[in-house]
């Protein structure tokens, strides 16, 4: 199975934003994971030619690429595996449709949800929002640092915070038992996606 490594860049594919250009900043810094996480406006045939091209990116490199909840796009361009949210497909039934060897996430906010999710067959969570963000509408208050501690004492697999995650505010989510950080404004939303990317990894 791919390596789920410590830094995750997830596309933004908003109107304005170069969501290719961001991918190739943040893997030259370092980045292990990309997740293609495509707009509801974003055609299929966008989200598959998309993932295409930041696979193509991962594999000369050797780092992670994911889907999120499109999993038939993940299955079709041939990534590492998906990632579904609280409002995708049930974890069971993602896990069938990507079968046994897949990298599959889930988003869980408290232990209760990320133990189901984990029973269910989820490599690894997502769980968040750490912070408060402006990056994605409709999400529920921050759960903060120790949110982020309570999941991660109460399972067995990687946990990565998403959500407001800064430079600055990485070391303490490391500190309270994240796995890996997941990242798309701080990058994307940057003068110099390279520039901020780099601040991550160092």
């Given amino acids: 199975m791919p390596t789920l490594g ?12 170069d969501a290719l250009n961001t991918v190739a900043a943040a ?5 292990d994971v990309i997740q293609v996480r495509p707009e509801d406006h974003v055609t299929d045939r966008e989200a598959y030619e998309l993932t295409i091209r930041v696979l193509a990116m991962c594999r000369e490199l050797g780092r992670t ?8 796009i993940a299955l079709a361009a041939g990534a590492d595996g998906g990632h579904v949210g ?6 069971a039934a993602a896990r069938r449709i990507l079968g046994p060897g897949a990298i599959l996430g889930a988003t869980a906010r408290n232990p209760q949800a990320a133990r189901r999710a984990v029973a269910d067959g989820a490599s690894y969570l997502g769980v968040g929002p750490a912070f408060a963000t402006t ?8 759960i903060g640092p120790a949110g982020v501690r309570a999941v991660a004492g109460s399972v067995s ?14 070391g303490e ?5 994240a796995h890996a950080v997941a990242v798309v404004g701080a990058v994307s939303g940057a003068a110099d996606p390279y520039a901020a990317a780099m601040e991550f990894v160092r």
């Fill in 6 to 17: 410590r830094l995750h860049l997830v596309t933004d594919t908003r109107p304005g934003r």
């Fill in 65 to 72: 690429c994911l889907v999120n909840d499109r999993l038939h």
């Fill in 157 to 170: 697999v990687p946990v990565v915070a998403i959500g407001g995650v800064t430079a600055a505010r990485a």
């Fill in 86 to 91: 609280a409002d995708d497909l049930p974890v």
């Fill in 27 to 31: 893997l030259r810094a370092g980045f």
């Fill in 135 to 142: 990056t994605k509408s409709g999400l529920p208050d921050a």
């Fill in 173 to 177: 989510l490391y500190s309270a038992g």
